[in-house]
């Protein structure tokens, strides 16, 4: 990094002619680095994490052009907010380029076919859950899953119509889904 030149620091920093660049990088992060953080979290719509990396690479690049800022004090602020703006930019189209994240599911706790006690908890756990569901939900869980009938067949057994079943389905696993997940949560 090449030193910048005292007597462009001194009008920023207060005049002291041993001013080092570390204090005008200073002065610039204490001044500026709440409002670019508050600029950047509305930029990015909320999202806090990512505009605190962005301040950060905002100030290296102000680091790295530490020189032609101290020659122009006026001109720092409206050069932070375009860095700033443009960083965040680049993050964003970073993003979007690159393919979504996704959750690889912890080997260890697959269980293998053969495992007889995990079908047995399991088992156990289903049934379980099924007594807090209401009976409604219940019987057409059995008929769908248990017996293994078709829509039709299941309208025909429980005596309502077959947009009933698929809607008492839909609603059954997701309340059978949710009372196992209290379940395995106490």
Do not use: C
């Amino acid at each position: 990094m090449s030193a910048v030149p005292n007597e462009a620091v001194g009008p920023l920093v207060g005049g002291d002619a041993g001013t080092a660049p570390e204090a005008l990088m200073r002065r610039i992060h204490e001044e500026y680095r709440a409002p670019l953080l508050r600029f950047l979290t509305r930029l990015l719509l909320g999202q806090q994490e990512l505009a605190e990396d962005l301040v950060q690479e905002t100030f290296l690049r102000t680091w790295r052009h530490l020189n032609t800022l101290a020659a122009d004090p006026q001109r720092i602020a409206p050069w932070l907010y375009t860095v700033a703006r443009h960083v965040a930019i680049d993050a964003l189209r970073a993003r979007q380029s690159r393919p979504p994240e996704v959750s690889i599911p912890d080997l260890n706790r697959l269980t293998s076919p053969e495992d007889e006690m995990e079908r047995v908890v399991s088992t156990h756990t289903v049934r379980l859950a099924l007594q807090q569901i209401s009976p409604e939900h219940r019987a057409v869980l059995i008929e769908m899953y248990y017996r293994g009938t078709s829509v039709a067949e299941a309208a025909q057994r429980l005596g309502i119509p077959e947009g009933t079943v698929k809607s008492r389905t839909y609603y059954a696993v997701r309340a059978l889904h949710a009372a196992i997940g209290s379940m395995e949560s106490t």
